[in-house]
């Protein structure tokens, strides 16, 4: 059965650096999304991104984030200049064409910023 | 705005008992789905089931069942003869179908335990 992945499982930064989390949506899917849950806490949606540009953000989605699906299969979200409180869990989600309901998630990246 | 209320933080149960999750949401869209995620402490999203707010009928997914009480805007998760794999963080989660690109929103979330 087909699955999202994402890589690394698991990355350690040190604060101002910049990050880039990877994702490979499932192939025939045209709609990806970032989410984040920082420990403890709720799920919340970062972007949306379908046919090459962003669809829709969140007020999370400020101008340290950015994605990029640089080819026909990765799907990254690129965090500028990290902060303490980007440590979160990361997750990609797809869902299939038209919007069918349900989204595919990965298994998430862990960050931690020092 | 959409909002997803969980009022129970923590949950427990003793196996093979039944336990029901409560979910509200609040939104003035008529069309979108309604979904119970749970996640592990391996922290993998996976989606246990799903309803359409147009369908009258409760969905069921072997023990898994809701109560979608559609005009009092209620979703609750039953869990039907529990298993200790059943322990995990449930979340409750909306999506609007109608005008946006379905981003889910999602409630804070019940841990529930079970207990042998």
């Known amino acids: 059965e087909p699955e999202v992945t994402q890589t690394p499982s698991h990355q350690v930064t040190q604060m101002g650096q910049e990050v880039i989390l990877r994702c490979v949506p499932i192939?025939?899917?045209?709609?990806f999304y970032w989410y984040r849950q920082i420990l403890g806490q709720k799920v919340e949606f970062l972007v949306s991104?379908?046919?090459?540009?962003?669809?829709?953000k969140s007020e999370i989605f400020d101008d340290q984030f950015s994605v990029e699906r640089p080819d026909g299969s990765n799907f990254t979200l690129k965090i500028r200049s990290t902060k303490l409180e980007d440590s979160a869990m990361y997750f990609c989600?797809?869902?299939?064409?038209?919007?069918?309901?349900?989204?595919?998630f990965g298994p998430g990246t862990r960050l931690t910023v020092l | 705005a959409q909002t997803v209320t969980q009022s129970q933080p923590e949950m427990s149960v003793q196996e093979a008992e039944t336990v029901t999750l409560s979910c509200t949401y609040d939104?003035?869209?008529?069309?979108?789905?309604l979904f119970w995620y749970k996640q592990p402490p391996s922290r993998q999203m996976i989606l246990v089931i799903r309803?359409?707010?147009?369908?009258?009928q409760n969905a069921t997914e072997n023990r898994f069942s809701v109560n979608f009480q559609k005009a009092a805007k209620s979703f609750s998760l039953k869990i039907s003869d529990s298993q200790l794999g059943d322990t995990a963080m449930y979340f409750c989660?909306?999506?609007?179908?109608?005008?946006?690109?379905?981003?889910?929103?999602f409630g804070k979330g019940t841990k529930l335990s079970v207990k042998p």
């Open positions: 309803q359409e707010a147009y369908k009258q």
């Open positions: 939104t003035s869209e008529s069309n979108y789905y």
């Open positions: 991104f379908y046919n090459n540009e962003i669809s829709e």
């Open positions: 989600a797809s869902i299939p064409p038209g919007l069918a309901g349900e989204q595919f």
């Open positions: 989660a909306f999506m609007n179908i109608g005008g946006s690109q379905g981003n889910l929103i």
């Open positions: 192939s025939n899917h045209l709609y």
